[in-house]
């Protein structure tokens, strides 16, 4: 597959979830207009989708049909739902109190404060009840189970939340790389292993495959954040989207405060490898979509 083929790819697959996203909202609830405006101001905001195309990517994987990425679609809506809650909520004042995110005013800068935090706690309720529709998709109700189970837990306590909590107490105090790791294992990667996994289940993965696109994915969460650090020293501000620098200005312990850049670098490419190489074990239909995206993201400037 070449460059320009992925590039059409992955903006083929970011149309379908965009589209899917503007109606996961049924039109006929009736809804605080002001809440939903302020949800789909965020929801709609863009970014590179990575999440849900994760979940359309590892349900192709699985099986390598179009069918298999229609019934995991309620999957992916559902993560990408709970990713833009989290972004709502990081940004506000008592968290990282950002201005920008993804190139525009962040939610409560433009709905208030009090919008915002319901903005996003309708997003993250409203995740479930769409991750339930993979039923009517032919889902078996097991497989469903099992992913909204995964959801909650990777989502909540032991996963993200829990991952935010513990960044938040360690800003100051992180002195060894062990440590941020495990910070960035719960608040980045967890979320994007749950993404693969639950492609997988809507695929009717077996629980091989289930492990080895689970490790995928914490090896390439990793990789990801790890890469967000260097581009917030190396990066361009208009395609980031935010502040070059905001991570130093801020006091956050990051990889290359640590281990500098270099040896950064180097960790990205190990992640990916071993990211790689669960795909390559895995024994799928065809992980080649899979490898292209892990590589992709070492390269990405944004």
């Not at 039923?135 to 469903?144: H, I």
């Not at 190489?277 to 400037?301: F, K, P, T, W």
């Amino acid at each position: 597959m070449q460059t320009e083929e992925l590039s059409v790819y992955l903006a083929s697959r970011r149309a379908l979830i965009e589209q899917a996203l503007e109606n996961a909202i049924p039109g006929d609830w009736r809804v605080n207009g002001r809440l939903k405006e302020a949800a789909m101001y965020s929801l709609a905001a863009g970014g590179k989708r990575l999440r849900p195309i994760f979940v359309l990517a590892a349900a192709e994987a699985v099986r390598g049909d179009e069918q298999a990425v229609r019934m995991a679609m309620p999957f992916a809506i559902a993560v990408e739902m709970v990713h833009t809650y989290s972004l709502i909520h990081d940004d506000l004042p008592a968290m990282d109190d950002d201005d920008y995110r993804r190139g525009i005013p962040t939610n409560h800068k433009v709905f208030g404060e009090a919008t915002a935090i319901l903005a996003g706690d309708g997003l993250l309720t409203h995740a479930f009840y769409v991750a339930t529709e993979a039923l009517s998709l032919g889902v078996p109700a097991e497989r469903t189970l099992a992913v909204v189970r995964d959801l909650a837990r990777m989502a909540g306590f032991p996963g993200m939340v829990g991952g935010q909590a513990d960044d938040m107490e360690g800003e100051q105090g992180i002195t060894a790389i062990g440590q941020l790791e495990h910070i960035h294992l719960h608040k980045t990667s967890d979320l994007i292993a749950f993404s693969l996994r639950a492609g997988g289940h809507a695929a009717g993965a077996s629980d091989r495959q289930l492990d080895a696109l689970g490790r995928f994915g914490t090896n390439v969460g990793l990789a990801f954040q790890i890469q967000d650090d260097i581009l917030d020293i190396t990066g361009d501000q208009d395609k980031l989207g935010k502040p070059v620098g905001s991570d130093e200005r801020q006091g956050k312990v990051t990889y290359p405060y640590l281990i500098g850049l270099d040896e950064s670098r180097r960790r990205v490419a190990e992640l990916t490898e071993q990211a790689i190489q669960a795909v390559r074990s895995a024994g799928l239909a065809d992980g080649g979509r899979l490898e292209q995206i892990a590589n992709r993201l070492i390269s990405r400037d944004n």
